[in-house]
């Protein structure tokens, strides 16, 4: 039997707001659950263009993931 659901806050996890060291450390624990890598290594090869190529083919959508997440963290693609 279903059961029934009061309002939308039962379908969504809570929120948690990250400091930005929080938010650094998560993004650091992605990026090594993901690729392999380090955060800061990620985003040094994310903005050197060395992912441009296969980001956006099947299979590959942790790139453009992390590149999100990593947007906070320094400059993107084209910003010194």
Known sequence: MAVPIVDE????PPVVELNFE?????FDDKARELLGISGEEFLRRWNAGEYDEIADEPGNSDYIYLGLLGGSFGAGKGEE
């Open 22 to 26: 929080e938010s650094q450390a998560f």
């Open 9 to 12: 806050t039962d379908l969504l």
